[in-house]
């Protein structure tokens, strides 16, 4: 009985994590739809979820928790400065860049493209810890830079399959993501993902809000529409970040980061079949590639660094898309 229990639970959590995985990669091609076919702005669609995504998630933190988290995080000057310095070069640069390398190309380049932020973050550790990297985290680089290059180019050196801008902005969401990964660690251990997260969310909003204001809303607004803007605000964030949290009730955390990666395969199926995003073989295999070199960097990690990873996982999911 015991065992039958045990593995329903896992089951729980396998489907917890892959029904976000799934929302946030079908979240980034509905954005990719509402940017090139219905005149929103990914400014407006930052700020906007941003607000409205970390306001909810702060109150129900205040609702849920026992704890002043929410409030306390605010008294400590050093803790005001980081939560600051996180929500503008972390939280609120991920976000636009990644809207903006998705506005410039598609939603499936973009999730790819910011999944080398764990590779950036191995190489700074490598660096940090003034060795060589391993021969896994060898093999992660080559198999990143092999994948990005076909994912770039379509296998061909002379040009780009996707624009500057598209690569520009993906690139960057990449190295947002590994200072967003890596800045809060004091944060987090003393307040919660919840609660830094969702003050992060709220000052990159307001502060994104005095370039892109919140109003007038700018696109078409169809009922349809309206549903895929609070899909992007709701299924794009707060839903998946609560199924991503709760899977790690049922399942260890190095599982669900694996799990997770059904995310950029998401975006890529969805965008090639939706949107007729043009994907060859060359994209498909970069995309693959990509892939494994997530996989390979969260499978079989241990001590102090696969606690880091894992919460490292922990607060990416909280972005996608990412």
């Not at 395969?265 to 043009?278: D, F, G």
Request: with cysteine; hydrophobic share 50%; proline share 5%.
């Amino acid at each position: 009985m015991k065992s039958r229990l045990l593995t329903g639970s896992r089951l729980k959590g396998f489907a917890m994590v892959l029904t976000g995985a799934v929302c946030w990669g079908l979240s980034g091609t509905v954005a990719q739809h509402l940017f090139q076919n219905e005149g929103f702005h990914p400014g407006w669609m930052v700020t906007v979820r941003l607000i409205l995504s970390g306001s909810l998630l702060l109150i129900g933190v205040s609702l849920w928790r026992k704890d002043d988290a929410v409030q306390g995080i605010w008294r400590d000057p050093y803790d005001r400065l980081r939560l600051l310095l996180f929500a503008v070069l972390g939280m609120l640069a991920v976000q636009y860049t990644y809207f903006a390398a998705i506005a410039a190309g598609n939603a499936a380049t973009a999730t790819l493209l910011q999944y080398l932020g764990p590779v950036l973050i191995t190489a700074w550790w490598a660096f940090s810890e003034r060795r060589w990297p391993s021969a896994k985290e060898a093999a992660s680089v080559l198999l990143a830079l092999m994948g990005t290059f076909l994912l770039v180019t379509g296998g061909r050196p002379d040009s780009l399959s996707i624009s500057g801008a598209a690569l520009f902005w993906g690139l960057g969401s990449a190295a947002a993501l590994a200072f967003y990964t890596l800045y809060p660690s004091g944060l987090l251990r003393r307040w919660g993902s919840a609660a830094v997260v969702g003050w992060g969310m709220v000052i990159g909003g307001v502060g994104l809000s005095l370039i892109h204001p919140p109003w007038p809303a700018g696109g078409t607004w169809t009922p349809v529409n309206a549903l895929f803007v609070l899909f992007v605000i709701l299924f794009g964030t707060l839903v998946p970040f609560f199924l991503y949290l709760e899977s790690l009730r049922y399942i260890r955390p190095t599982e669900t980061g694996l799990l997770a990666s059904a995310e950029p395969l998401t975006a890529s199926v969805a965008a090639v079949l939706w949107l007729k995003v043009p994907f060859g073989a060359p994209e498909w295999v970069g995309a693959l590639c990509i892939i494994a070199t997530v996989v390979l960097l969260s499978a079989g990690e241990s001590g102090k660094r696969e606690e880091a990873e894992n919460a490292v996982a922990d607060r990416k999911r909280t972005l996608q898309g990412g």
